[in-house]
């Protein structure tokens, strides 16, 4: 499976973005898809999470109610909306699939990871 993030950009704090994570190569209908960023100089930390069958979503705390994720087996592509964006958010934006994960925990183990997309918040 080969992951392709796409839709960072630059943006003023308060605004939104949208990522996508195309897939390629096999289907990803049985396996979780989710989020990390990696800021500069800090550890690559979960963001958001969605069960293979798109039941269940994670999010970690720090985005609660701010991002949304969400998948469309159709396209093979997962996504993530981002609004009201903080510059607390500027990172590097990576997807990631887990063969059946469940959504009921942080994503972890990680089967497959995408190439990163930079998303710049500015204040």
Partial sequence: VQLQASG????QAGGSLRLSCAASGRTVSSYGMGWFRQAPGKEREFVAAISWS????YYADSVKG????????AKNTGYLQMNSLKPEDTAIYYCAARLGYTGNYPLMNVDYWGKGTLVTVSS
């Fill in 54 to 57: 798109a039941v269940r979503t």
């Fill in 66 to 73: 701010r991002f949304t994720i969400s998948r469309d087996n």
């Fill in 8 to 11: 960072g950009g630059l943006v």
